[in-house]
């Protein structure tokens, strides 16, 4: 290899090594998440999809009464996981939209 190839090789790894952070990133509603914010965030966007994908079935007969019962857990995980942190993040304004586009849940 000549030196020309040897540093642009160089270049380009450590070019990619310092951006790994910045993809390590998640963004919600144009706002950045912190790390101690993202498990709140987190739960709250499952408790959305679990939401949804109960209310989607609500038309649909149910077996029995334990198919409610995942909602209901997952907003008490919610609850105590907001009573536990303070979050810097107003949850009011993240809906299940802003939950699937910064990929923490996935549509249907």
């Excluded at 998640?26 to 498990?39: H, K």
């Excluded at 949804?52 to 149910?62: H, I, K, L, M, R």
């Excluded at 949850?91 to 849940?105: F, N, P, S, W, Y």
């Amino acid at each position: 290899m000549t030196l020309k190839s040897t540093l642009s090789a160089v270049a380009i790894a450590a070019g990619l090594a310092m951006s790994v952070p910045a993809f390590a990133q998640t963004m919600i509603n144009g706002a950045e998440v912190s790390e101690s914010d993202l498990a709140v965030v987190q739960a709250h966007c499952d408790t959305l999809k679990l939401r949804d994908t109960s209310d989607s079935q609500a038309g649909q007969p149910q077996g029995d009464a334990a198919a409610e019962t995942p909602v209901e857990n997952a907003q008490a995980e919610t609850d105590a996981a907001n009573t536990s942190t303070s979050p810097t993040v107003d949850l009011d304004t993240i809906d299940l939209q802003a939950c699937i586009d910064a990929g923490l849940v996935t549509a249907n």
